[in-house]
């Protein structure tokens, strides 16, 4: 294990996940309406995911296991029951706002 740092995101997780879900990266980038570059940019280790596509997955496909597409770890698809919307909704608004403050501070 890398000692004192955080163990990085592999955009290959995304790929699984989706996978699971009976999707590539490219229909998945079409059913979200985002480029499929965003997406491929990921699984290459390129970009992290942001949140807000990372909402638009889990709204699109809610047996999407947002923990594993971050983490790589537990199941890679979830029972919809246990897919918390609330959660990804709230983590989508805070990241808006911080945007919101960062533009203001910057303009």
């Known amino acids: 294990m890398n ?3 955080k163990p990085a995101i592999n ?3 995304l790929e699984e996940a ?15 309406g985002v480029e499929s570059r965003i ?11 942001s949140t807000g596509v990372l909402f638009a997955l889990c ?3 809610p047996t999407l296991s947002e923990r594993y597409v971050l983490t790589g770890r537990g199941p890679k698809v979830v029972p919809s ?7 990804l909704l709230e983590s989508f608004q805070i ?11 910057t303009s």
């Open 3 to 5: 000692k004192g740092r």
């Open 11 to 13: 955009g290959k997780w």
């Open 18 to 32: 989706l996978e699971a879900q009976g999707y590539n990266i490219h229909a998945a980038a079409r059913l979200i």
């Open 39 to 49: 997406l491929y940019a990921h699984k290459a280790g390129q970009t992290t995911i």
């Open 59 to 61: 709204s699109a496909l």
């Open 81 to 87: 029951a246990e897919t918390d919307e609330n959660l």
């Open 95 to 105: 990241k808006k706002s911080i945007e919101r403050i960062l533009n203001a501070l």
